[in-house]
């Protein structure tokens, strides 16, 4: 959870976060305590005017995004029907499967009407999944929502989505609204009740009531907009927002993208499209697990360097080994896909699964760090390569570009430069500017990210290191392509565990 405060020249004052845990109920289930959630967001806005000395009257105006996709279920009295369902959540991915023998080519048709692959967490498959396993839990809904718009409910009692949470299943990226052809394809027709109204991001919907001021230390009454969905939000937070612009989010999901100014979803069948407040859209492509992969090797594999250190100090003890070993990591190639829900780029591949290639005795830790690095900037290289074309700059955001070692090696991995926006929360302050734009402060959100724009830092690709890692990735994407059958043949013999 993560909150900033951003004053009318769209500079950060401060900034707060919190962590808030997930649970899987079984395995390839993601789910998430809708309470916990919002005391969360509660606690972490109480931090924020704490760290910058302010007080609710200080506060013009709310804005709120959040993670996309899942089911937030409410019923008529406000209280949540059971545990959110969240966007990385693999439950539906037989139910999927069963659809698509059904109908064949269902998956492209969805692609046609949304603009996205339709991922095994998105609403209304979730919805399909919940009508077959859960119908009690559908007949007590009043209502689903995205995570923002549960945060945004608790602040103002009022419900709504915005166009980039309603573009990407339930509806479509080119009409910003609901799709009824997909309700159709998923059958959950009788469903489309569940879903709240659609107001721009920009919109003033509600204000602080008088219960949400008591919990987060906001003034009642201050105003609050509908907000976006945190890929969109981080776009407008790292100014990312001119046609051809490219972006890649290295946090938790590693999403890439480029900024287009008509609703393109070339090549079909793969990646996403997002919609950004007000006429942009996203062409994404996201290797699902980003710096998961750093963290899960972390955890199982250098113990030792996280048991009497911070957060800070981990990351720059695991960055010291790199050193140890050169690039290329001496052979060792890793694809980072760690996610139960496989990856979505550079191919749609639900049982793809994350793999260390070319270890022998001669190896080491040092190896290993290397490769998890190198493999994820590699995966960003994969991601981009569905354009068709290498970007000639990548402004970075997420967690990850707070290590300049991994800036450069996405730099030279992918042959492109490498800027990195000032400030962390990039998603917030996206939110931020729209709270900005609904009350004045700006015209418009396209306005209000240009004016905040701010680069910290630029890497350059090493072109030596270009060259070398050419080379690495041609074997790299080799791989990936000759796994595909081995990885499904793998599933299999999973699920019958």
């Known amino acids: 959870m993560k909150a900033v405060l951003v004053t009318e020249a769209g500079a950060t004052v401060a900034g707060a976060t919190r962590r808030t845990s997930t649970r899987s109920p079984r395995p390839g289930w993601s789910e998430a305590s809708m309470t916990e959630t919002w005391e969360a967001a509660a606690a972490t806005i109480r931090e924020v005017l704490a760290r910058a000395e302010a007080g609710g009257p200080d506060v013009a105006a709310i804005g709120v995004t959040g993670q996309m996709l899942g089911a937030w279920l409410v019923d008529r009295a406000g209280h949540p029907v059971r545990d959110a369902i969240l966007w990385n959540d693999g439950r539906t991915q037989s139910l999927i499967e069963r659809l698509s023998a059904e109908r064949p080519g269902l998956l492209s048709e969805i692609f046609r009407f949304s603009g996205c692959v339709m991922q095994l967490g998105c609403s209304l498959p979730v919805i399909r999944w919940l009508s077959e396993n859960e119908p009690h839990v559908l007949a007590r809904a009043n209502r689903v ?3 923002k718009d549960w945060v945004r409910f608790q602040l103002t009692g009022e419900l709504h989505t915005d166009p980039s949470d309603a573009a990407v299943l339930p509806g479509n990226a080119r009409t910003q609204d609901l799709e009824p052809e997909l309700f159709r394809l998923l059958g959950v027709e009788d469903y489309r009740h569940l879903f709240p109204p659609v107001a721009p991001s920009q919109a003033v919907v509600g204000s602080i009531t008088a219960a949400a001021a008591r919990a987060t230390g906001l003034r009642a009454r201050t105003p609050v907009v509908t907000g976006a969905g945190d890929v969109p939000a981080v776009a407008l937070g790292a100014g990312v927002v001119q046609p051809g612009q490219a972006c890649t989010i290295l946090g938790t999901t590693c999403m890439n993208f480029q900024v287009l100014d008509e609703p393109v979803s070339d090549p079909a069948d793969i990646g996403l499209l997002f919609y950004v407040p007000e006429h942009r859209w996203l062409r994404a492509f996201a290797n699902i697990a980003g710096t998961t992969n750093l963290e899960w090797f972390a955890e199982h594999f250098c113990a030792e360097l996280i048991s009497w250190t911070g957060a800070e100090a981990q990351w720059a003890q695991l960055e010291a080994l790199l050193i140890d070993s050169p690039p290329g990591a001496r052979g060792v190639i890793y694809h980072p896909y760690l996610s139960s829900v496989g990856i979505l780029a550079p191919i749609y591949e639900p049982t793809a699964r994350a793999q260390f290639m070319g270890l022998s005795t001669e190896h080491g830790r ?32 997420g967690g990850g570009a707070r290590s300049e ?3 450069q090696l996405i730099a030279d991995c992918t042959g492109s430069r490498v800027e990195i926006q000032s400030g962390d929360e990039l998603g917030a302050k996206g939110a931020a500017l729209l709270a900005g734009t609904g009350i004045g402060w700006f015209t418009s959100p396209l306005e209000a990210a240009a004016a905040s724009v701010d680069i910290a830092r630029v890497h350059e690709p090493l072109p030596a290191n270009v060259a070398r890692y050419d080379d690495i990735y041609a074997v790299y994407a080799l791989i990936r392509d000759q796994l595909r059958p081995a990885w499904r043949d793998r599933a299999r013999l999973e699920a019958a565990i």
Do not use: K, P
């Open 366 to 397: 040092a190896d290993l760090v290397r490769a998890v690095y190198e493999g994820v900037a590699l995966a960003i290289r994969d991601c981009y390569g569905v354009l068709g074309r290498r970007v000639e700059t990548i402004r970075l955001a």
């Open 145 to 147: 929502l995205c995570s």
């Open 405 to 407: 070692q991994w800036s």
